[in-house]
């Protein structure tokens, strides 16, 4: 090879190596830290200035606090205190965290918003992260998305005490893991987590184990 066409096979040689699957981890450019921070800044002021934590839980997540106020007590997972256990608390997986927040000595619904807006940040960060990392998408593009979803309702049923975010959270990691996979690109780690965040989705709510079956079913027929 001539030294006029070694820079021109360099540089058409490094095109290719970036487009080419590989398993390398994923390290964040300046930029990406910059949007990651800024995200998490947005996302935390979103919770402090708009998420009331007087309001009174909804109906159906005050029964499963409940729920969670007895098991944290030592009663086990029943509504009434000295009566039979009753299948009523569907949210099996945020009920045993927040049973555990609660016995830290946090208030139950304090302990329910701090958990939802925890796993409503993560889930922002997951969904930019992801776009990055597997879709290639610009800073840019990626923090619209993350920034779209941040701006969303899903602040709105973590005031109203509902562990919706926290299965939309595990959800998220799934999908990510699955885009993975189906790039090629899924390390060991990637995978145990593709499996983890199926089965937390799974116990932390019924229809859990429907959707990541089918994103499972979806992985599997794809990839052969």
Same mark, same amino acid.
């Not at 006029?4 to 994923?26: G, L, Q, V, W």
């Not at 949210?91 to 555990?100: N, T």
């Not at 960060?125 to 990392?133: D, E, T």
């Given at each position: 090879? =001539?030294? &006029? ?24 450019? =300046? ?9 998490? /800044?947005?996302? /935390? ?11 009174? +839980? ?25 009566? +039979? +256990? ?24 304090? &302990? ?48 109203? =005490? ?15 893991? &699955? ?9 060991? +780690? ?10 937390? &989705? ?9 959707? =990541? ?12």
């Amino acid at each position: 090879m =001539s030294r &006029a066409t070694e820079p021109i096979h360099h540089s058409y040689m490094a095109a290719f190596d970036e487009n080419r699957p590989c398993k390398r981890a994923f390290r964040p450019p =300046s930029s990406d830290c910059v949007a990651i921070a800024l995200l998490a /800044t947005i996302c /935390t002021l979103q919770v402090l200035c708009t998420v009331a934590w007087t309001t009174d +839980p909804a109906e159906d997540a005050a029964m499963l606090i409940r729920y969670a106020q007895h098991l944290a007590q030592g009663h086990g997972i029943v509504y009434n205190i000295d009566e +039979p +256990p009753v299948d009523g608390a569907t949210d099996f997986l945020y009920l045993m965290i927040l049973a555990g927040l609660i016995k830290l000595g946090l208030a139950a619904h304090h &302990a329910c918003i701090a958990l939802g807006s925890l796993a409503h940040i993560m889930t922002v960060l997951v969904v930019y992260i992801a776009n990055r990392h597997v879709h290639r998408s610009s800073t840019t593009a990626a923090f619209v998305s993350a920034g779209y979803l941040a701006l969303g309702p899903g602040l709105s049923y973590t005031e109203a =005490s509902f562990g919706t975010t926290v299965f939309t959270f595990f959800l998220a990691l799934m999908w990510w893991g &699955a885009l993975l996979l189906l790039s090629g690109r899924a390390t060991r +780690p990637c995978e145990i987590g593709f499996a983890c965040s199926g089965l937390l &989705a799974g116990l932390t709510r019924p229809e859990g184990v429907i959707v =990541s079956g089918f994103i499972l079913l979806a992985v599997v027929l794809s990839c052969g």
